[in-house]
């Protein structure tokens, strides 16, 4: 049973919790329409301390999708934050106004802090260079539509791998399936943190490999997971700079790869995949989008909704 709970950090469910929002999602793309009203009367607040596109538009068209309505802020700047109110005083009276609250916020821990001072369900949008569990359920959802299972796959994450919260969460969360391979592909500066490493690698005894060549490996790969050096973490724009188009996926670099290879990326993309390669059937990662927005409708159901789906 989900109805109630936080979602912080991706092992906050349980693998047959997730099997669960995923058969859910697949129901409700299959019939939209007959879950129209399960969130009637119920509001979501989307609370948004960094740009979103995707996260928090998918979560809305969820909730509306639900029949809930939605309230928030897209800029802190427009909220009582900018007058320096503290993280739990903004949580405790937004729970007042709301049935879950959605949080993105650059502060890593800030969506745990967030949970312990709600009486309401918060779900974590991305705490800084964190989580992001809601983008794993997406990008499992995903792995499974296109390829029938989550095991027994090699999946090469490629590019900002320091601090890209995304890979942090899908790579714990693919560890934790069986037979899964994983290979790390980022220049030395932007390599997965040991924490990933000796945490949910090492407790899964997960077979892993780090390089920082991508033409190297690219034959080996079911899933190809590309990610955006993220500029907002760096500390100074110079390293950025040096860094931002160290991977640029293109036609090229895909001619040794399985003809069923998926390729993903969390979006935004900015030089890493080529547009050249959108056209190519393997591309997956607009698909990806609007898996996004099922399996939200999902979790939001599970978390609030009236009826048992
Ligand atoms: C990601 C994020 O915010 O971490 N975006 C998203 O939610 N789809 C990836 C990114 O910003 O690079």
Same mark, same amino acid.
């Given at each position: 049973?989900?109805?109630?709970?936080?979602?912080?950090?991706?092992?906050?469910?349980?693998?047959?919790?997730?099997?669960?929002?995923?058969?859910?999602?697949?129901?409700?793309?299959?019939?939209?329409?007959?879950?129209?009203?399960?969130?009637?009367?119920?509001?979501?607040?989307?609370?948004?301390?960094?740009? +979103? =596109?995707?996260?928090?538009?998918?979560?809305?068209?969820?909730? @509306? !999708?639900? %029949?809930?309505?939605?309230?928030?802020? *897209? #800029?802190?700047?427009?909220?009582?934050?900018?007058?320096?109110?503290?993280?739990?005083?903004?949580?405790?009276?937004?729970?007042?106004?709301?049935?879950?609250?959605?949080?993105?916020?650059?502060?890593?821990?800030?969506?745990?802090?967030?949970?312990?001072?709600?009486?309401?369900?918060?779900?974590?949008?991305?705490?800084?260079?964190?989580?992001?569990?809601?983008?794993?359920?997406?990008?499992?959802?995903?792995?499974?539509?296109?390829?029938? +299972? =989550?095991?027994?796959?090699?999946?090469?994450?490629?590019?900002? @791998? !320091?601090? %890209?919260?995304?890979?942090?969460?899908? *790579? #714990?969360?693919?560890?934790?399936?069986?037979?899964?391979?994983?290979?790390?592909?980022?220049?030395?500066?932007?390599?997965?943190?040991?924490?990933?490493?000796?945490?949910?690698?090492?407790?899964?005894?997960?077979?892993?490999?780090?390089?920082?060549?991508?033409?190297?490996?690219?034959?080996?790969?079911?899933?190809?997971?590309?990610?955006?050096?993220?500029?907002?973490?760096?500390?100074?724009?110079?390293?950025?700079?040096?860094?931002?188009?160290?991977?640029?996926?293109?036609?090229?670099?895909?001619?040794?790869?399985?003809?069923?290879?998926?390729?993903?990326?969390?979006?935004?993309?900015?030089?890493?995949?080529?547009?050249?390669?959108?056209?190519?059937?393997?591309?997956?990662?607009?698909?990806?989008?609007?898996?996004?927005?099922?399996?939200?409708?999902?979790?939001?159901?599970?978390?609030?909704?009236?009826?048992?789906?």
């Amino acid at each position: 049973m989900l109805q109630g709970r936080h979602l912080v950090d991706p092992q906050d469910l349980q693998l047959t919790e997730l099997e669960d929002l995923f058969s859910l999602a697949q129901r409700i793309q299959k019939d939209p329409l007959h879950y129209r009203d399960l969130c009637r009367g119920k509001i979501l607040a989307t609370l948004f301390f960094e740009p +979103s =596109t995707r996260t928090r538009l998918s979560f809305e068209a969820a909730m @509306l !999708r639900l %029949g809930g309505s939605c309230l928030g802020f *897209a #800029e802190p700047s427009s909220s009582s934050v900018a007058k320096g109110e503290s993280l739990a005083d903004t949580i405790r009276t937004v729970a007042a106004y709301a049935d879950m609250i959605v949080m993105r916020n650059p502060k890593e821990g800030a969506a745990l802090l967030a949970s312990r001072y709600s009486s309401v369900p918060v779900v974590n949008a991305g705490d800084g260079g964190h989580h992001h569990p809601t983008q794993t359920l997406t990008d499992l959802l995903t792995i499974r539509q296109l390829r029938g +299972s =989550t095991e027994g796959l090699t999946i090469g994450f490629c590019g900002d @791998l !320091r601090f %890209g919260r995304t890979v942090h969460s899908l *790579a #714990e969360t693919l560890a934790r399936y069986r037979n899964n391979r994983m290979v790390f592909i980022s220049p030395q500066e932007l390599k997965i943190p040991e924490y990933i490493k000796n945490g949910a690698l090492a407790r899964n005894n997960i077979e892993y490999r780090e390089t920082d060549r991508l033409e190297s490996v690219m034959g080996d790969l079911d899933v190809l997971y590309m990610t955006r050096v993220q500029r907002e973490r760096f500390f100074n724009e110079e390293d950025y700079i040096r860094l931002k188009d160290f991977y640029i996926l293109d036609n090229e670099k895909l001619k040794n790869a399985k003809k069923d290879l998926i390729i993903l990326h969390p979006l935004p993309r900015v030089n890493e995949i080529a547009m050249e390669v959108d056209a190519d059937p393997r591309a997956a990662y607009f698909a990806q989008a609007k898996y996004g927005m099922y399996v939200r409708m999902a979790l939001i159901a599970s978390l609030i909704g009236d009826a048992a789906c």
